[in-house]
């Protein structure tokens, strides 16, 4: 089984342009998750999404930020108008359900680069 | 919010000891994870703890979770070269799906 897939895994935008990061889940999984990653820091929850549906944006920013996950195709994560402090590494997981013993698993990642 | 404390941040051993590692909250969690990231990927899963109290082995790997819940350590036995990499506790409350993450423990191994 494909584990759970990311592209790109490298981009780098311009301040002011718009960057998308798309993922994948694994297969048989309805449950994704986003988190953001700074240098030498933990990872950060942004977003929760199942199906056309978003079931947690506590962690998302409230402005240049949003995240979808449609009937058809990858989630992706949009960020309008980029800035420097958005370059990070945002990571991408998947379960299977919601609940105990559903865990997480994580993409590659997308490192996202602003100039 | 939920924060979890993690330490040591940096760990360097030389290779065939024992490594230990911990995470400690201020907050009841009801899941406790521990993942390895190695550099320029994403986190793996290395165990899952479900109960307080719980100890859990995979490999040379022992994790417990902490009969307050506010705690777990993980534990490598006999460390070998690709132990090295950043080790990150995880933690979930009852209800959320969110995981909290720790501050992560850089381990390097010599040879």
């Known amino acids: 089984n494909a584990g759970v897939m990311q592209n790109p895994r490298h981009l780098v935008r311009r301040r002011g342009q718009e960057a998308r990061l798309r993922c994948s889940p694994m297969?048989?999984?309805?449950?994704v998750y986003w988190y953001r990653q700074l240098p030498e820091e933990g990872l950060k929850f942004m977003v929760y999404l199942q199906k056309e549906n978003i079931i947690d944006e506590s962690g998302m920013p409230k402005e240049r930020f949003s995240a979808e996950f449609p009937k058809e195709g990858p989630s992706i994560l949009r960020i309008q108008q980029v800035v420097r402090g958005d370059s990070a590494a945002y990571f991408c997981?998947?379960?299977?359900?919601?609940?105990?013993?559903?865990?997480?698993?994580f993409g590659p990642g997308t490192r996202l680069t602003v100039l | 919010g939920q924060q979890l404390n993690q330490s040591p941040q940096s760990m360097f051993i030389q290779e065939g000891e024992d490594v230990s590692m911990n995470c400690t909250s201020s907050s009841i969690f009801n899941t406790w994870l521990w993942y390895k990231q190695d550099p320029g990927e994403g986190p793996v899963l290395l165990i899952a703890?479900?109960?307080?109290?719980e100890l859990t082995s995979n490999g040379r790997l022992t994790a417990q979770f902490g009969i307050t819940r506010k705690d777990s350590f993980l534990n490598i036995s006999a460390s070998i070269p690709s132990d090295v990499g950043i080790y990150f506790c995880a933690g979930r409350v009852q209800g959320a799906q969110k995981l909290v993450f720790g501050q992560g423990t850089r381990l390097t191994i010599n040879p």
């Open positions: 997981a998947s379960s299977p359900g919601q609940g105990t013993y559903n865990e997480q698993f």
């Open positions: 297969k048989g999984h309805s449950h």
């Open positions: 703890l479900y109960k307080a109290g």
